[in-house]
């Protein structure tokens, strides 16, 4: 059974930073792409980042240059470093696990944690 465990959300204020924390357990970690995902009230939830299992990194233009995601493979864990926070990076963030093989695909979801960012 493979469990995503986010953590890391809360409060903050606008110009502000936090780092986001996906821990993972009962699979092989670094075989996966990992990425973080936000929804916000009312609407889809969107890509954020994405880290795949050699290291490459993509991310959304509306966090370019402020947010960078990490992987610790010793640590099963993957991050989110977000600076300069702005009121619209209020969202529910999720962290996910996909792997691609030939039969299929395996993807894994967290629970979800909750940034806020006042103005």
């Known amino acids: 059974q493979v469990q995503l465990v986010e953590s890391g959300g809360g409060l903050v204020q606008s110009g502000g930073s936090l780092r986001l924390s996906c821990a993972a357990s009962g699979t092989i970690f670094s075989i996966y792409t990992l990425g973080w995902y936000r929804q916000a009230p009312g609407k889809q939830r969107e890509l954020v980042a994405r880290i795949t299992s050699g290291g490459s990194t993509s991310y959304a233009d509306a966090v370019k240059g402020r947010f960078t995601i990490s992987r610790d493979n010793a640590k099963d864990t993957v991050y989110l470093q977000m600076n300069s926070l702005k009121p619209e990076d209020t969202a529910v963030y999720y962290c996910?696990?996909?792997?691609?093989?030939?039969?299929?695909?395996?993807?894994?979801w967290g629970q979800g944690t909750q940034v806020t960012v006042s103005s």
């Open positions: 996910k696990a996909v792997r691609v093989v030939a039969g299929g695909t395996y993807e894994y």
